[in-house]
T-cell receptor, first 110, second 115 residues
């Protein structure tokens, strides 16, 4: 099937690291994405990783890719209350169509 | 510059009525997508337009759903004889296929409620 799977909920304390996990389905996917959706807002691209990379770091964000297990993770260092949102993992399929997971709700407690 | 815009932002309709949702993509973006986000679920692909090619309609859930893109710019998603299960947020995205990562830029969505 086309299911991209994510855990539904993650709660962390402000200042801790957050790790959001995702498993995808298509080993031939070329790009994998993390999108952020804040309440009442559209989706915002946070970061992406090309399939020939194992890791990508962008300020507080670190993306790890394990192609063998088709596992993707997003680590947010020094999590802030403004990071509270829903995070979607997505893989790019043939025709540039994105297949999204159901989203992980990140709650940051101060 | 201007991002992707959608209208209306909210639409409440009665079961059985037809609705039209509009998307204005980023100027110059050749590809346009419609997705649906139902409560507690991820985004579901509906339809994809790329330039003058025939659209990829593989995600449309039934023949009550149709979309068109006029002049390679504005797109309209039409739902005929709406049902309660059509209630969702409908998101439009556009992308410049000449870009490096083909990032899809999303609009704020139209929240459709079918009573």
């Amino acid at each position: 099937g086309e299911d991209v799977e994510q855990s539904l909920f993650l709660s962390v304390r402000e200042g801790d690291s957050s790790v959001i996990n995702c498993t995808y389905t298509d080993s031939s996917s070329t790009y994998l994405y993390w999108y952020k959706q804040e309440p009442g807002a559209g989706l915002q691209l946070l970061t992406y990783i090309f399939s020939n990379m194992d890791m990508k770091q962008d300020q507080r964000l670190t993306v790890l890719l394990n192609k063998k297990d088709k596992h993707l993770s997003l680590r947010i260092a020094d999590t802030q209350t403004g990071d509270s949102a829903i995070y979607f993992c997505a893989e790019r399929k043939y025709g540039n169509k994105l297949v999204f997971g159901a989203g992980t709700i990140l709650r940051v407690k101060s | 510059g201007a991002g992707v815009s959608q209208s209306p932002s909210n639409k409440v309709t009665e079961k059985g009525k037809d609705v039209e949702l509009r998307c204005d993509p980023i100027s110059g973006h050749t590809a346009l997508y419609w997705y649906r986000q139902s409560l507690g679920q991820g985004l579901e692909f509906l339809i994809y337009f790329q330039g003058n090619s025939a659209p990829d309609k593989s995600g449309l859930p039934s023949d009550r759903f149709s979309a068109e893109r006029t002049g390679g710019s504005v797109s309209t998603l039409t739902i005929q004889r709406t049902q309660q299960e059509d209630s969702a947020v409908y998101l439009c995205a556009s992308t410049d296929l000449g870009g490096v990562d083909n990032e899809q830029f999303f609009g704020p969505g139209t929240r459709l409620t079918v009573l």
